[in-house]
């Protein structure tokens, strides 16, 4: 023996780089950790015109597995119950859910709006997603204007003093990608989500004072179970497939693809965007965005 132990061995230059880049990786994945996103949204009371089906469901499961309580209606009673199932499974908040239809005129939706922010003790989110695009009336001009814009402005008339006393009011339109270009035929529902944006984006500058933020959110083709875009595919075959050949992506959209940008928009982990219109379209529309 030459009188040397296991405690006098001296690293070689690879064993010293290798506990290096052990160390490293370490500190890295434990500062990941640390750093993870965090939406905000435990606790937030979230209130929906609509949400029984498609985007709105979507984004109500996932505001409710970020620990969100949500208010929502349909105009049907079998709706109600199956999406209350789905949104009480997503996540441990409260959930206010009744039949309510919006053809019940402006002041049967404003006391809805008052109603849902009794039950859930406030309102911190609110969602507009009731369109005429939704009972399958894009080309009716009236009832397009009462569902996608008064259902905007009565929503903002009674929400916003409930908005201005959160300290992360937050207001999300949804549009449409048909509002950016010229899409299929001029319609009530194309011109009605173009001034939806506006209206959004001028809203976003007069409320900013009171702390509430304005985006907007606009879909391309997105196809879901009972959504438009399956019916046009059952039923407009041609349209479908020459809409399927111009995304670049090679497909069309999904709910949850939709629902994730709804959520991320109205949630208080990006507080100083607002007056933006984000698109979800798998880049369909080819105008530059500026």
């Not at 979507?58 to 597995?65: D, N, R, T, Y």
């Not at 695009?133 to 009716?140: A, E, F, M």
């Not at 950016?180 to 209206?199: G, V």
């Amino acid at each position: 023996m030459n009188g040397t132990t296991a405690r006098d061995h001296t690293p070689t230059f690879d064993e010293c780089a290798r506990r290096l880049l052990s160390a490293i990786a370490v500190g890295v994945i434990k500062a990941l950790g640390e750093v993870a996103m965090d939406l905000g949204l435990k606790g937030k009371k979230v209130i929906m015109n609509g949400g029984a089906h498609g985007l709105g469901l979507a984004s109500l499961k996932l505001f409710a597995a970020e620990g969100a309580d949500v208010a929502f209606f349909s105009r049907k009673d079998d709706k109600i119950e199956a999406a209350k199932k789905e949104i009480d499974a997503a996540g441990p908040g409260k959930v206010f859910a009744e039949v309510f239809d919006m053809n019940d005129g402006g002041d049967a939706y404003k006391a809805w709006l008052e109603k849902a922010a009794g039950e859930l003790g406030g309102c911190d989110i609110f969602i507009h997603t009731a369109s005429s695009s939704g009972t399958g009336g894009t080309g009716d001009w009236q009832n397009g204007l009462d569902m996608d814009i008064m259902g905007a402005v009565n929503g903002v008339e009674v929400l916003t003093p409930h908005l201005a006393n959160s300290d992360s009011g937050s207001i999300v339109f949804m549009s449409s990608t048909a509002a950016l270009e010229t899409f299929i035929a001029p319609q009530a529902f194309n011109a009605l989500k173009a001034a939806l944006i506006t209206y959004g984006s001028q809203l976003s500058q007069a409320l900013a004072p009171q702390g509430i933020r304005v985006n907007c959110v606009s879909p391309g083709a997105i196809e879901y179970p009972g959504g438009n875009w399956e019916m046009i595919k059952a039923g407009m075959r041609e349209l479908y497939d020459a809409t399927l050949a111009k995304m670049p992506m090679g497909r069309l959209g999904n709910d949850e693809e939709v629902a994730k940008a709804i959520v991320f928009t109205a949630s208080p982990a990006v507080p100083y965007m607002t007056g933006s219109n984000i698109v979800i379209d798998g880049g369909f529309t080819q105008r530059v965005q500026f």
